[in-house]
């Protein structure tokens, strides 16, 4: 009897989880991506900074298969789903049957229609975005070095208040004050000007109070909040806010809203308006047997966030849903297990909400605190303690061993004690800057 054949498309966080929970089940696994490696994503604003090197925050699939014998790894896109003959078509032409069909395939930067943001602003949604953002950031500090008698400096503009946002200002305001400073002597230290841009109010998803403390930490490192305003036209050199507001900008980094991928809507599949696939509570593909979706392109009735955990989480689901199904059994909800929310604003500054003891699930399996709803209390976190839960969150969600020393020991050398004032940023090609030519004058 053959074995059933799990295909995954997207080698990203539901994906990878998918992948991992089937390495004991009788199955055969594919798992398809367009990149060769998984992406770290909650530490891509470290690489545009220069505290970690894109290999840290990278990590080959095909070392999955190590220790995963059922596993095969396919570097390609998909392009076409065959629901009726359970098969897909990739782009090299390639045609793959399937018994179980996993779409993981993450999303991608959208910019709300706002003009002028594709062209002139840097996203930061992949490794090779983060990149762009750091070499362009050292290209545009010297040549603010070579031109000292500008009148603005280097204007850092960011766009979006959520996690992705104020860690990318925060990060900056550190690259400024750890080490730039005695490194560019050409630039005063007021003249690198970093500003946060938010429609309403910065880490919408935290309690008020952490917010607050985010704010005001931000504040301390002298980053500028613009709140209230949106983003109405990013042009290449400024950013005009919907006031009217005119801000200039040497460097303009969108942080803010997703969407699914193009081709997603070529797939044949239910979506909803914001084209993001439909599934049940089981997380299976309305009205597709067989076929499952997770992360942040699914939209499932239980409303989860569009964070790491409801991915990681919801591709181990799928993983239990398929071998119940092989097994004859029918497939079970899914329940999002909240392990709360972190983010760090700089060294010593984080803020997180964990779940008290009361939210353990495994309490309420034993028939313990049966009385007490889940996920209602939260423990709010903030200082250094937050920072170092947040350390070790990241550096445990990564894949790899060698990822987990490269981060932390770059982490450690951006922000520890000893070394803080001496760390040298991470910095990548930059071409020669070489002063403008005043033309002479003839006598």
């Not at 997207?10 to 990149?35: C, E, K, M």
């Not at 070790?392 to 060698?402: C, D, E, T, W």
Request: glycine content about 10%.
């Amino acid at each position: 009897m053959p074995v059933p054949h799990v295909v995954i498309v997207g080698g990203g966080f539901a994906g990878v989880s998918a992948a991992r929970a089937l390495r004991s089940a009788p199955v055969r696994v594919t798992l398809i991506d367009r990149r060769v490696y998984n992406t770290f994503q909650p530490l891509l604003y470290q690489v545009a900074t220069g505290g970690l090197n894109p290999g840290d925050v990278t990590h080959f699939l095909r070392s999955l298969r190590v220790r995963q014998p059922n596993l095969d790894v396919v570097h390609e896109h998909l392009m076409e789903i065959d629901s009726e003959a359970r098969r897909i078509r990739l782009f090299d032409g390639r045609t793959l049957p399937y018994d179980y069909l996993v779409l993981a395939t993450g999303v991608t930067t959208s910019y709300h229609g706002t003009a002028g943001a594709k062209e002139n602003a840097f996203a930061v949604y992949s490794r090779s975005q983060a990149i762009a953002i750091r070499d362009a950031l050292f290209t545009r500090l010297e040549r603010a070095a070579v031109e000292p008698g500008r009148h603005r400096g280097l204007s850092v503009v960011v766009i979006g208040g959520g996690p992705t946002g104020v860690e990318m200002a925060g990060a900056l305001a550190e690259l400024r004050d750890q080490g730039l400073e005695p490194a560019y002597p050409e630039i005063d230290g007021d003249a690198f000007r970093i500003t946060l841009v938010q429609r309403s109010e910065i880490l919408k998803p935290f309690i008020p109070k952490l917010r607050e403390y985010a704010a005001a930490q931000l504040r301390r490192r002298r980053v500028e909040l613009r709140l209230g305003a949106g983003v109405q036209e990013v042009r290449p050199d400024a950013v005009v806010l919907s006031d009217g507001t005119e801000l200039p900008s040497d460097l303009t980094i969108w942080a803010t809203g997703v969407a699914p991928h193009e081709e997603v809507r070529e797939w044949d599949l239910p979506l909803d308006d914001g084209d993001r696939i439909r599934v049940g509570e089981d997380l299976q593909v309305v009205g597709m047997p067989g076929v499952f979706a997770a992360g942040d392109v699914a939209i499932a009735p239980q409303d989860l966030p569009q964070l790491a955990q409801p991915a990681i989480q919801g591709g181990q689901h799928i993983a239990r849903q398929i071998v119940r199904t092989i097994s004859g059994e029918p497939t079970e909800p899914f329940s999002y297990y909240d392990k709360g929310q972190l983010a760090i604003i700089g060294r010593r500054a984080a803020i997180g909400e964990l779940p008290g003891i009361a939210n353990l699930p495994v309490l309420h399996r034993i028939g313990i605190l049966q009385r007490v709803p889940p996920l209602r209390t939260l423990i709010p976190l903030t200082g250094a303690m937050g920072w170092f839960v947040w350390l070790f969150v990241h550096i445990g969600s990564l894949l790899g061993p060698r990822n987990k020393l490269t981060v932390m020991i770059g982490l450690v050398a951006r922000y520890g004690t000893v070394l803080w004032r001496t760390a040298v940023p991470i910095v990548g090609d930059v071409p020669a800057i070489r002063p403008k030519r005043v033309p002479r004058t003839p006598h």
